[in-house]
């Protein structure tokens, strides 16, 4: 077995600060994920990364950035922490193209 | 792209009563189905894993059915209790040439079991 952490639980900012989330995975998967958590409307893509150093846009990418630069870990970035952008974010990572995704228990934002 | 439409957002039932939550998609090439559930402060724990080639697949005090025909999925929870409450989510994957493809969520439903 394996498990996600993530870091930190809860991340309070003010609007307009930078701000990064963190994400640790020791399954030795490939694939890695961020997605955003709003009540109501599911799980929404940021970016994933298919391997160490790859990155890749998902559907709401604007207003972040990602590193992966091992493996096992990939952060998050709000560049310009907005109000309307207080949510859960989930971190996830899966093995092989056919696989289901293992989650994190979330990192709740909060801005100010 | 493929679109995911949940119902119903929020279910109630009391203890022992069945529940169902449907999801249909629009892809027609959409061939791997997740259910996950959510308890409240926790994160997403795979429920079921579901290809197309079988369109009824029993879990522990839960079936989950798949209608290719109208790209229909449907979670039943036989006689739930309420340790089933908690939000459930679908997500659908289509078949991929290449390493990746995307998993497009439903919306969610909140399902609160009362004793």
């Known amino acids: 077995g394996g498990i996600i952490t993530q870091t930190p639980k809860f991340l309070i900012g003010q609007e307009g600060q930078k701000l990064t989330l963190k994400c640790q995975q020791n399954f030795n998967h490939d694939t890695m994920y961020w997605y955003r958590q709003d009540s109501g409307k599911g799980l929404r893509l940021i970016y994933y990364s298919i391997t160490e150093n790859d990155l890749q846009k998902g559907d709401l990418s604007e207003g972040y950035d990602a590193s992966r630069e091992k493996k096992s870990s990939f952060s998050l970035t709000v560049t310009s922490a907005q109000k309307n952008e207080m949510a859960v974010f989930l971190c996830?990572?899966?093995?092989?193209?056919?696989?289901?995704?293992?989650f994190g228990p979330g990192t709740r934002l909060t801005v100010l | 792209g493929e679109q995911v439409e949940q119902r119903p957002p929020h279910l109630s039932v009391r203890e022992g009563d069945s529940a169902v939550i449907t999801c249909t998609y629009t892809d027609p090439n959409s061939y791997y189905f997740f259910w996950y559930k959510q308890e409240p402060g926790a994160s997403l724990q795979l429920l079921m894993k579901?290809?197309?080639?079988?369109e009824i697949n029993e879990g522990q005090g839960f079936t989950v059915l798949l209608n290719k025909k109208d790209k229909r999925l449907s979670l039943n929870l036989t006689a739930a209790h309420p340790g089933d409450s908690a939000a459930y989510f679908c997500?659908?994957?289509?078949?991929?040439?290449?390493?990746?493809?995307?998993?497009?969520f439903g919306q969610g439903t909140s399902l609160s079991v009362v004793p």
């Open positions: 997500a659908v994957r289509r078949i991929a040439s290449s390493s990746f493809s995307k998993l497009v």
């Open positions: 579901v290809f197309s080639s079988t």
């Open positions: 996830a990572s899966r093995t092989g193209a056919y696989a289901e995704q293992f």
